[in-house]
């Protein structure tokens, strides 16, 4: 028989009902939020300028700046200061530092003589850096792929090479502009970038070609995470992204980072995959995007200052350096 509306029954079904759905919801588990971190600064080792951070793992790394060397095996939890020799010492201003393994690795700056480039290699993790070199000209990037081969390249525009770790250098190129960055994905694929909106390719280890951004502003560092995928920093806020075409053909495009200003200056780049990257500023901005760069969200600091370098050991565990001794360590928030 129907349920009518002035019976029992009518006003016990849907009790029933609603008692049955609270009931299910207590059941249901709360989703645990996804973990949120942190730029937390590392205070009082230094006021002195802090140029470049590089790691080998979560725990070894390096920080260089003027007359600087820092390194860590602990993940930047602490940052000693690596025995020197008192006879040679290190560069007054180290503007790159790169390791290939927790042990052997390689710094570039300039002299006392501001018009004198040096290299300097640390068989021993950093410890007793050894002179390898000088050159007619600044250094500003100094770049390993294994123990033997690496590259520089300077203020005067040109890009030196070795492939004997180090204990020759010969001048692969002079390209007439000051250059800031380079990175090499193989062997023979490589490029450099530098003022005026420079940007040189090459694809034998040899000749390097120009190509146009359409921008004629300083470019200040380049990353690579494969042979297609890459990215470019600069003045004006410009971010490049280099990646296939409709046509399937690789090709550079400008990306929008939103709410940020015309002047802004990005000093640095970097991208654990093709998708999860980080930009800094010399205005103390922190951008980080999940998609390449298609898009960016912000991130805050701790402390804002003018940021020089990043490193990335994965996307949770990170570095920046900058002026007057900055370094902020990317960690879990509590």
């Avoid at 979560?58 to 930047?76: E, H, M, P």
């Avoid at 500003?140 to 123990?147: A, E, K, M, P, S």
């Amino acid at each position: 028989m129907k349920n009518l509306p002035g019976s029992p029954l009518a006003w016990l079904l849907p009790l029933m009902l609603v008692l049955g759905c609270n009931s299910d919801s207590e059941d249901t588990p709360t989703p645990t939020p996804a973990p949120s971190f942190d730029w937390t600064n590392q205070p009082g080792l230094t006021s002195r300028d802090l140029k470049d951070v590089n790691f080998v793992s979560s725990s070894k790394g390096w920080v260089v700046g003027d007359q600087i060397l820092f390194a860590t095996s602990n993940g930047g939890a602490n940052w000693p200061s690596p025995p020197v020799d008192s006879a040679s010492g290190v560069p007054s201003i180290i503007n790159s530092v790169y390791f290939v393994n927790s042990m052997v690795g390689w710094m570039a700056g300039q002299a006392e003589d501001k018009n004198v480039g040096e290299v300097y290699i640390s068989p021993q993790g950093g410890a007793y850096p050894i002179l390898q070199a000088t050159f007619n000209q600044p250094l500003n990037v100094v770049y390993f792929i294994d123990l033997q081969t690496g590259w520089t390249a300077g203020e005067s525009g040109d890009i030196f090479s070795t492939t004997d770790g180090g204990s020759g250098w010969n001048t692969l190129a002079s390209l007439g502009v000051k250059l800031n960055d380079l990175v090499f994905t193989t062997f023979e694929k490589g490029w450099v970038v530098g003022d005026q909106g420079s940007i040189f390719q090459t694809n034998d280890g040899m000749n390097f070609s120009p190509q146009d951004l359409g921008v004629t502003y300083k470019l200040n560092a380049v990353h690579f995470v494969d042979t297609l995928h890459g990215w470019i920093c600069g003045a004006r806020n410009s971010i490049f992204k280099r990646d296939l075409s409709l046509q399937n053909v690789p090709e550079w495009t400008l990306l929008n980072v939103e709410n940020t200003h015309e002047v802004t200056e990005w000093k640095d780049i970097y991208f654990i995959d093709s998708s999860h990257g980080w930009v800094i500023s010399a205005e103390g901005l922190i951008y980080r995007t999940e998609n390449g760069g298609d898009s960016w969200t912000k991130e805050f600091p701790q402390t804002i200052d003018v940021f020089n370098s990043i490193y990335m050991a994965s996307a949770t565990k990170g570095w920046i350096v900058g002026e007057n001794g900055l370094i902020l360590s990317y960690t879990p928030t509590p």
